[in-house]
């Protein structure tokens, strides 16, 4: 594993008269040393995949939450125009339309839309009803979401 290759390439050292020299034991071999290095390398290209796909995600729900806020101020705009006795049917309308968009996106939207068959027609897809097979790829979460949004 990349923590014990670590370990193993650690070597003591002795302090004297405040520089670092290292002991006649403790030499590190050139192997060691690239051994070291590549678990380094991995490392930091791990780190920054990792924060590579936060940087989507993150990206990815606040551009969601805007779209949302666009339905919000939109709900508050049509609630505007009509007159006070028609304000409450005006917002759960509109509360409606975004509760069965999601819901409808949710069962055939996103298979209709993106879902990749074997055979394709360029009209629709076919697979993914119900976010099916989801759990494999964790970044179609993100792109469900804000296609849905």
Known sequence: ???AALL???????????????SSSARMSTAAMEARVQALEE???????????????????????????MH????????????????????TKNLFVVCAGFLCWYVFGYALAFGAVEDPNKFSGGTGFFMNDFWADKSKFRFWLFQGA
Do not use: C
Not at 48 to 62: F, G, Q, V
Not at 72 to 89: H, I, P, W
């Open 72 to 91: 919000a101020g939109f709900s508050l705009l049509e609630a505007g125009t009509v007159r006070f006795k028609n304000t409450q049917n005006i917002l």
């Open 1 to 3: 594993s990349l923590h």
């Open 43 to 69: 490392m930091a290209t791990t780190n920054a995949e990792n924060y590579n796909e936060s940087l989507d995600t993150i990206w990815m729900l606040l551009s969601m939450m805007l779209v949302f806020f």
């Open 8 to 22: 193993q390439t650690h070597t003591p050292r002795e302090v004297h008269f405040g520089h670092w020299f290292r």
